[in-house]
């Protein structure tokens, strides 16, 4: 039986698993789980990273005998290296205010695909002070698996999300690259890529965002589906084969990113459950029982995407603020899920309007497919049905790339799907 560790940061969570794939079945257990969050540091917000790095041994440890590991994060942020491989300071978040003036810039769209996000990491790089002592540029899972390994290079999907990458060539932009100092970028590497050794334990690249590894988990059964990777983010889309770079799709903020097995993961970034879990933080209080209350509360609708609630903060009084009214808190909790609806139902409608693939049903995966509230209300709001599950999607998704590459699975994405579909418990949501 063959068994590989799977390492999944997520913004507020990350976890190790052990996973097997056997018997047409894909099983995972978590080893360890830990907290992950931003960081105030002399005024800007980071992450602590060799915090983290000390988890992943930890989780590594517990894991116990496996054939492969595989990393994956969130996107877009990166550590910098000086020329004898030390990290230049504790990585930035992406919610730092650093790349609050950034703006979309004529022509880029054509070139990279990707939807104008400030935090991007070309942006980054522009209010980047320590670029010029700067050797190298490795993103979160490429940093890590560099400090396993001792080994440089970049997993393709994740460097999507850097806007670097030529949509077309799925290689570094010379064009968009020209300004970084030379050498900066490493090599680019393909889900299922050896990325060296741990103690002897191959490093697999995976789909290294957490995304593209999430998309991979999608229990669906044909073409016709959308997904809705929702956790911090809800990540609302389709799959294709093509990018679509239309001027109708850069002004709907529709994104191109790079996923598994040479596919495009074409989605717009939803606010998530971020709103939700700001609201908790300043409250200091659970999900669970204000979620019973939100089910009989009136909500309002107000636009998730304003950038107003993309930092940390109170976001009850921006809320509150949106709607134009002081509410309960089971009324805002109501407000968000509502609202969150909303904003799937017009992806899920404007990806298959731009993209021109319909879909008959919509699969939500990551921790939000155990809202059910939202899951219902997703399903009433797109009028399709929902599946929801499973919500370790992303660690399941890295999990089925290794398990693919050291020889414990086969087939394409549809074959890795079904394992997921036979494996792991689903609900169904129609709608009302
Ligand atoms: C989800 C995610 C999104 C990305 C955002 C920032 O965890 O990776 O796909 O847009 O985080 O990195």
Redesign the pocket.
């Known amino acids: 039986m063959t068994a590989v560790a799977a390492v999944d940061l997520?913004?507020s969570s990350g976890r190790v698993v052990r996973g097997v794939v056997a018997d047409g079945n894909v099983h995972i257990e978590d080893v360890h789980r830990f907290a992950n969050g931003p960081v105030h540091v002399d005024g800007s917000l980071h992450w602590d990273l060799p915090a983290l790095y000390h988890e992943v041994l930890t989780g590594l440890r517990l894991a116990g005998p496996v054939s492969s590991i595989g990393i994956d994060?969130?996107?877009?942020?990166y550590g910098l290296l000086d020329e004898s491989g030390e990290l230049l300071g504790n990585p930035v978040h992406?919610r730092d205010s650093r790349t609050a003036g950034a703006e979309p810039r004529e022509g880029l769209y054509e070139l990279n695909g990707l939807q104008f996000?400030p935090?991007n990491t070309m942006f980054q790089l522009m209010a980047e002070p320590l670029l010029p002592q700067a050797s190298r540029l490795l993103l979160i899972p490429d940093l890590l698996s560099y400090w396993l390994t001792g080994r440089c290079g970049t997993e393709y999907t994740n460097a999507t999300?850097t806007g670097l990458i030529d949509v077309r060539t799925g290689q570094w932009s010379p064009e968009l690259t020209r300004d970084l100092p030379p050498g900066l970028l490493t090599d680019l590497r393909r889900p299922g890529d050896p990325a060296g050794t741990f103690k002897g334990i191959p490093v697999t690249a995976v789909g290294s965002?957490?995304?593209a590894s999430a998309v991979v988990a999608v229990p669906a059964s044909h073409d016709r589906f959308a997904y809705i990777?929702c956790?911090?983010?809800s990540?609302v889309g389709v799959e294709l084969d093509f990018p679509v770079l239309t001027a109708e799709s850069r002004a709907a903020n529709f994104t191109n990113?790079g996923g598994v097995d040479g596919t495009i993961r074409y989605l717009r970034?939803v606010m998530g459950l971020w709103l939700l879990q700001e609201c908790l933080r300043t409250w200091d209080a659970a999900l669970e029982p204000l979620l019973q209350e939100a089910g009989a509360a009136t909500g309002s609708v107000f636009d998730p995407n304003d950038p107003v609630f993309l930092p940390p903060g109170d976001m009850p009084a921006r809320i509150e603020r949106a709607c134009g009214r002081t509410m309960t808190r089971p009324e805002i909790v109501r407000s968000v899920l509502d609202s969150l609806a909303a904003a799937h139902r017009d992806a899920v409608a404007d990806a298959q309007r731009l993209s021109g693939k319909e879909v008959e049903v919509v699969h939500i995966v990551g921790g939000g497919s155990r809202n059910e509230l939202l899951c219902q209300l997703t399903a009433d709001a797109c009028g399709l049905p929902v599946i929801a599950g499973p919500a370790e999607a992303t660690a399941l998704g890295n999990v089925l790339v290794q398990a693919r590459a050291v020889g414990a699975a086969q087939g394409t994405l549809r074959d890795l799907r079904k394992l997921v579909r036979e494996s792991q418990p689903l609900r169904r949501h129609l709608p009302r």
Do not use: K, P, R
């Open positions: 997520g913004a994060s969130w996107a877009v942020d992406y996000q935090f999300t965002h957490d995304t990777s956790g911090t983010w990540l990113e970034n």
